[in-house]
């Protein structure tokens, strides 16, 4: 059973940082790319990092390019999303995500396996 865990989030003001951490659990965690998406009050949930299997290669949403860094540590099967220069539109719950194979992808459909979720509010 796989289980992805986050936490991390919390409140902010704009210009501040956050670091989001993520424990996964019930699989190899060295065979699987990671992502985090986040989804805003009333709107859908969108990709905003991956990273491959190992960590190597990251790919980011054109809206936190410059400002967020996903990374990995697959000694203790964790995955973190390092939140710089916050902006009140980067308010949303963000997820963590395993992928179904090695690579990195921005599409839902890339990944089969979900965290519950941390709320990150950006205040101005």
């Known amino acids: 059973q796989v289980q992805l865990v986050e936490t991390g989030g919390g409140s902010v003001q704009a210009g501040g940082s956050l670091r989001l951490s993520c424990a996964a659990s019930?699989?190899?965690?060295?065979?699987?790319?990671m992502g985090w998406f986040r989804q805003a009050p009333g709107k859908e949930r969108e990709f905003v990092a991956a990273?491959?299997?190992?960590?190597?290669?990251?790919y980011y949403a054109d809206s936190v390019k410059g400002r967020f860094t996903i990374s990995r540590d697959n000694d203790k099967n964790w995955v973190y999303l390092q939140l710089n220069s916050l902006k009140p539109e980067d308010t949303g719950v963000y997820y963590c995500?395993?992928?179904?194979?090695?690579?990195?992808?921005?599409?839902?459909?890339?990944?089969?396996?979900w965290g519950q979720g941390t709320q990150v509010t950006v205040s101005s």
């Open positions: 995500a395993q992928g179904r194979g090695y690579g990195l992808g921005s599409q839902f459909y890339e990944y089969n396996y």
């Open positions: 019930g699989r190899t965690f060295t065979q699987y790319g």
């Open positions: 990273c491959n299997f190992s960590g190597g290669r990251t």
